[in-house]
């Protein structure tokens, strides 16, 4: 029950630390792949845009999940997003 409230600042740092890198990359990830992202959503684009909160929430929340996993799983969400809005706009054009 010691730890309950409060087990260190070496937490509290981490959680700074991947929470500013993590927000930054993903902020990154999301300027890279243009504002059609987010713009307009469409059940798919609501269903990355959750994941994506998702992920941040475990990439600050679970010691065992490192940074550079966390930046790969946004790079790749946002990545995909972008073919799939691509290959949908060629197609219906």
Sequence with gaps: MEHFFYDGWDGLARIVMVGTLGYAALVG????????????????????TVSLGSILASLLLNKEVPLAEGILAFSLLIGWQFVVTRCRACSSA
Excluded: E, Y
């Excluded at 792949?33 to 059940?43: E, I, V, W, Y």
């Design 29 to 48: 990830c999301l300027r890279w792949s243009g504002k059609r992202t987010l713009a307009k959503m469409n059940a798919f684009d609501l269903i990355v």
